[in-house]
């Protein structure tokens, strides 16, 4: 593990903790950074690589609990809260928004190292999942209006020439719009052109209106 390839965040109003926790942190080879209160952290903003959120559960402005609630529509690091005292209902609630553990003070060190590679994983996995829909997004962005209609219409299943009827146009027409199609997409197969759409959420033709 390379300090700078993941951010620890630390967010505790008390600095013996904060700074317990950046030692703990930096013996173990792992960037981190560290705030007394969420108006300082939302300050700071998201980081750019994978991470962690350290949060305690009494701050000084808002408790731990709100900031989950507020930055739950970002795309904010996974939350390890610690907590001064065992809030059985604080740590329910903070679970079931998606923290990774709630750890009650004082902190043990391999509970909390445990959490903390648990909570990269996650977000290694989440940014990589967010970069290949961004990806199939720009691919999607590419195609022209015609070929935007044809993509459904190809991985629902129709033949060649129901889909060529669907859209009013020849057979020769929606073949050359499908092999556009897939090389836009960068699709192998139809079966992987079939998983980008799901991706994409997008509508697939309902072959039970196809016309044989």
Not at 1 to 13: K, P, Y
Not at 133 to 146: D, F, G, K, M
Not at 152 to 178: D, F
Not at 182 to 204: D, F
């Amino acid at each position: 593990m390379t300090q700078g390839s993941e951010l620890i965040i630390i967010v505790d109003d008390d600095f013996r903790v904060r700074e317990a926790i950046s030692d703990l942190l930096t013996s173990r080879r792992f960037a981190s950074v560290a705030f007394a209160s969420a108006a300082e952290y939302l300050r700071f903003g998201n980081s750019d690589v994978p991470s962690c959120l350290i949060l305690d559960l009494s701050l000084p402005d808002i408790d731990g609990l709100e900031l989950q609630t507020a930055i739950a529509p970002t795309q904010h690091p996974p939350i390890v809260f610690i907590s001064g005292h065992g809030d059985i209902p604080s740590s329910v609630r903070a679970m079931k928004a998606g923290a990774i553990d709630f750890l009650t003070k004082p902190i043990n060190e391999e509970q909390l190292l445990q959490a903390i590679e648990t909570a990269l994983s996650q977000d290694r996995e989440s940014r990589h999942s967010r970069a290949e829909l961004a990806i199939l997004e720009e691919r999607y962005a590419s195609l022209t209006p015609r070929e935007r209609e044809v993509l459904p219409l190809v991985v629902s299943g129709l033949l060649n020439k129901q889909a060529a009827a669907a859209l009013g146009i020849s057979e020769v027409t929606l073949q050359i719009h499908r092999s556009k199609v897939m090389q836009k997409m960068k699709a192998r197969s139809i079966a992987e052109l079939v998983r980008m759409t799901e991706r994409l959420n997008i509508p697939v033709f309902q072959t039970h209106n196809a016309k044989p």
